[in-house]
């Protein structure tokens, strides 16, 4: 079974610009979470979607968002781009809700200039 | 609040040495799982350990719920286990899947 794939993995934007991120889950996984890392906050939720619908949400600015299509397939985009933003933004998939155990994408690393 | 701390922050060990790695966590939990990361940045499953005890290979992990703890154990380290070792929950007051991550264990395992 294939695992979590992201795209792209690397981006370099300038500030002010807009930026969408792609995140496939594994076959059969409905639940997709977005986090975000970088060296001085660690590793932070950004939101997490089951059922096309959005079910948590971290603490982050309006800036961040992110949907979730009928296959289960997720994009989460940032607009208005700040330096700020430079991280590793990781995709996890997990079966369900509820507990399950989660499997991380390979990352997108967002350069912001 | 809702806290998952990480100990050490950093550990050296000579090749060969064997090792204990904790993780305190401050609540009620339905996931926690245990993640290699690789130099490229990607979070590798070593465990899904909510409670009990667990084994692969040279690595073994235990979670004491009630106590609020989990260890990770790593014998016979090779230079390969190099990396961050990240423990990360879910808590049952939090719902869904959202995951709260400790700080990291850097490890260095040296020849």
């Known amino acids: 079974k294939a695992g979590v794939t992201q795209t792209p993995r690397y981006l370099i934007k300038t500030r002010g610009q807009q930026v969408t991120l792609s995140c496939s889950p594994i076959?059969?996984?409905?639940?997709v979470s977005w986090y975000q890392q970088t060296p001085g906050q660690g590793l932070q939720f950004l939101f997490e979607y089951f059922s096309e619908t959005q079910r948590n949400k971290g603490n982050f600015p309006g800036r961040f968002s992110g949907r979730q299509f009928s296959n289960s397939r997720s994009e989460m985009n940032v607009s208005t781009l700040e330096l700020g933003d430079s991280a590793l933004y990781l995709c996890a998939s997990s079966l369900l809700q509820g507990g399950y155990e989660q499997y991380f994408g390979p990352g997108t690393r967002l350069t912001v200039t | 609040g809702i806290q998952v701390e990480q100990s050490p922050p950093d550990l050296i060990l000579q090749e060969g040495a064997n090792s204990t790695l904790r993780c305190n966590f401050s609540?009620?939990?339905?996931?926690l799982q245990w993640f290699h990361q690789n130099p490229w940045g990607q979070l590798i499953n070593l465990f899904y350990i909510p409670s009990g005890t667990k084994q692969n290979g040279r690595l073994s992990a235990t979670t004491v719920a009630t106590e609020r703890y989990s260890l990770l154990y790593i014998s016979s380290s090779q230079t390969t286990d190099s990396g961050v070792y990240f423990c990360a929950v879910a808590f049952v007051k939090a719902a869904g899947n959202k995951l709260t991550f400790g700080g990291g264990t850097r490890v260095l395992v040296k020849p």
């Open positions: 609540d009620s939990v339905n996931n």
């Open positions: 076959s059969g996984h409905r639940s």
